[in-house]
Nanobody, 125 residues
Framework: QVQLVESGGGLVQAGGSLRLSCAAS????????MVWCRQAPGKEREFVAA????????SYADSVKGRFTISRDNAKNTVYLQMNSLKAEDTAVYYC??????????????????WGQGTQVTVSS
């Protein structure tokens, strides 16, 4: 059973940067596809970025493409989300999640069966 813990959230000014981490425990995530999603108040959870097990393929929501970068370090059992040029509309709780099917990624939350508790990101304008 994989457990996921997100960290790195906080308050940042518009235009600033944050790096989120998702540390896994319980078992390795090296064979898992990993995703970052976010949920703003009053809105549904939305896809942000995904990375397959090998790290050779990534995908991004159009709203973050060119500003956010997802990466992973399988030796550290950790996935990252580097967020640059942050905007007020990026304010949300950010969640990481895992799917045991490591060869493909999907933008649907139902594809992922293990979720962390989330970390709050607040961008002030």
């Amino acid at each position: 059973q994989v457990q996921l813990v997100e960290s790195g959230g906080g308050l940042v000014q518009a235009g600033g940067s944050l790096r989120l981490s998702c540390a896994a425990s319980g078992r390795t995530i090296s064979s898992h596809t990993m995703v970052w999603c976010r949920q703003a108040p009053g809105k549904e959870r939305e896809f942000v970025a995904a990375i397959i097990s090998s790290g050779t393929s990534t995908s991004y929501a159009d709203s973050v493409k060119g500003r956010f970068t997802i990466s992973r370090d399988n030796a550290k059992n950790t996935v990252y989300l580097q967020m640059n040029s942050l905007k007020a509309e990026d304010t949300a709780v950010y969640y990481c999640a895992a799917s045991p099917n490591g060869y493909y990624s999907d933008r649907s939350a139902t594809y992922y069966n293990t979720w962390g508790q989330g970390t709050q990101v607040t961008v002030s304008s």
